[in-house]
């Protein structure tokens, strides 16, 4: 597209300059007719064309620039999400182990409160087997 550009640029300042050699040679009604009819609007519309082009060259230069930087924040992205998927594994392996762990704390607890009165019944006895 740039060596388009700058063809279109170089054929534009042709005829612009071929124009303005001929514009005291060529200066009459047909002249003026054809300048203002053709010609003036051409270098006008040549030139708002040809400032668009540059603008769409640089635009997509940076969507170019923007779809790079976008294949590599996906990678990253991509690459962040394996990381957490793994430590979310391993979250919930933790969660599992520990729901195990509190139900046999539940359990042990409630054994070991059981076992109170008995205790608290042996130790009355031994306290008054010392008396």
């Known amino acids: 597209m740039h060596e ?3 063809s279109m640029s170089q ?5 612009q300059d071929l124009r303005k050699d001929i514009r005291n040679v060529w200066n009459d009604e047909a002249a003026r007719d054809v300048n203002g009819r053709y010609l003036d609007p051409q270098e006008f519309e040549d030139d708002r064309m040809r400032t668009a082009l540059g603008e769409q060259r640089e635009l997509l230069v940076q969507a170019a620039q923007t ?3 976008t294949t590599d924040l996906t ?3 991509d690459e962040c999400s394996a990381f957490v998927t793994e430590k979310l ?9 520990s729901y195990s762990e509190f139900d046999l704390y539940v359990h042990y ?3 070991a409160r059981s076992k109170f009165p008995l205790v608290l019944e042996l130790i009355d006895h031994a306290n008054a087997a010392c008396e």
């Open 4 to 6: 388009a550009l700058w």
């Open 11 to 15: 054929r534009s300042r042709s005829l």
């Open 67 to 69: 779809l790079e930087s």
């Open 75 to 77: 990678l990253q992205i």
């Open 89 to 97: 594994q391993f979250a919930e392996q933790d969660m599992d182990n």
């Open 109 to 111: 607890n409630s054994e």
